[in-house]
């Protein structure tokens, strides 16, 4: 069965532009979580959505946000965007609580 | 705060070697402790840890948990240039406990192991 996919896989954005990036999970997966990834900071939760409602949020600005729609697919969007938005945004899907997740390929993102 | 820690942040091995990689953890909720191996772009589910003292194996691969003294550990054994790459841990937590309808929580990471096996 399909993995999670991201679109688009690169993205390059001037500085106070904004993105929006999507993902959808594998088929019957209800929970997406979204992460950023820099080599300074690793791995860093920004949110998770289950059945279309925000459930976690990590320490990100107000400039990060998300939405989930009724087939499970996500969407993030990060306005007014800054040099050190840079990253590669990961996104994870998961079936059932505390369940292992599963990453798709990534959005490279590049401010310049 | 929540942190996960894992060493050593790098590691060169020869092929064959065996290597150990340790992560540490201090989160409130715990759920779970996961295993990732990462590398190019997404990370790959390797196991998932919920109870103590139980070993979970694939092929060269075995990690087990110890939820008394807060850590993991990742073994591979017979290691090859394959096995190159960034070994991530994350503990999954349930901030503000269990949700109704259920909730994969958030994970938080560790910096991840570099591991470099030469031929």
């Known amino acids: 069965k399909a993995g999670v996919t991201q679109t688009p896989r690169y993205l390059i954005k001037t500085r106070g532009q904004q993105v929006t990036l999507s993902c959808s999970p594998i088929?019957?997966?209800?929970?997406v979580s979204w992460y950023q990834q820099t080599p300074g900071q690793g791995l860093q939760f920004l949110f998770e959505?289950?059945?279309?409602?925000?459930?976690n949020k990590g320490n990100f600005p107000g400039r990060f946000s998300g939405r989930q729609f009724s087939n499970s697919r996500s969407e993030m969007n990060v306005s007014t965007l800054e040099l050190g938005d840079s990253a590669l945004y990961l996104c994870?899907?998961?079936?059932?609580?505390?369940?292992?997740?599963?990453f798709g390929q990534g959005t490279r993102l590049t401010v310049v | 705060e929540d942190k996960v820690v894992q060493s050593p942040l790098s590691l060169v091995v020869h092929e064959g070697d065996t290597v150990t990689l340790n992560c540490s953890y201090e989160?409130?909720?715990?759920?779970?402790l996961l295993w990732y191996k990462q590398e190019k772009k997404a990370p790959t589910f390797l196991f998932m840890l919920?109870?103590?003292?139980i070993e979970k194996k694939s092929g060269r691969l075995s990690s087990i948990l110890d939820k008394k003294e807060l850590f993991s550990i990742l073994n591979i054994t017979a290691t090859q240039t394959g096995d190159s790459a960034i070994y991530l841990c994350?503990?999954?937590?349930?901030?503000?406990?269990?949700?109704?309808?259920?909730?994969?929580?958030?994970?938080?990471f560790g910096k991840g192991t570099k591991l470099s096996v030469k031929p």
């Open positions: 919920t109870s103590s003292g």
């Open positions: 989160v409130t909720n715990f759920r779970s």
């Open positions: 959505y289950f059945s279309e409602t925000q459930r």
């Open positions: 994870a899907s998961s079936l059932r609580t505390g369940g292992e997740a599963f």
């Open positions: 088929s019957g997966h209800r929970s």
């Open positions: 994350a503990v999954g937590s349930l901030v503000g406990g269990l949700l109704p309808g259920g909730s994969q929580g958030n994970l938080i």
